[in-house]
């Protein structure tokens, strides 16, 4: 069982910078796919971006690209989401997820485990 716990969030005002962490016990991160995903009140869940097992392969939301950055360091079993140029739209909860797979799917509802999510508002 993988628990994963997320940290980082928080209030920044427009064009500011972020860096969520998403950290994994209870297993070997390098055996996973990892997806971000945030959720706005009264939206669904929404893909961000996902890192294949090794590191090697990103993936972004179009509305993210360029701005948004995730990266993992297996050996101390964490991953990461650094957001800049950030905007009153990204305000949302924030959440990482592991897949048991080489590459990260893009659907929620393909990801094994969740972490309980980091509140990331954007605002002046």
């Known amino acids: 069982q993988v628990q994963l716990v997320e940290s980082g969030g928080g209030l920044v005002q427009p064009g500011g910078s972020l860096r969520l962490s998403c950290a994994a016990s209870?297993?070997?991160?390098?055996?996973?796919?990892m997806g971000w995903f945030r959720q706005a009140p009264g939206k669904e869940r929404e893909f961000v971006a996902g890192?294949?097992?090794?590191?090697?392969?990103?993936t972004y939301a179009a509305f993210v690209k360029g701005r948004f950055t995730t990266s993992r360091d297996n050996a101390k079993n964490t991953v990461y989401l650094q957001m800049n140029s950030l905007k009153p739209e990204d305000t949302a909860v924030y959440y990482c997820?592991?897949?048991?797979?080489?590459?990260?799917?893009?659907?929620?509802?393909?990801?094994?485990?969740w972490g309980q999510g980091t509140q990331v508002i954007v605002s002046s």
């Open positions: 890192i294949s097992w090794s590191g090697g392969t990103t």
């Open positions: 209870g297993g070997t991160l390098s055996s996973y796919a």
């Open positions: 997820a592991a897949r048991r797979d080489q590459a990260p799917p893009i659907q929620p509802w393909e990801y094994d485990y």
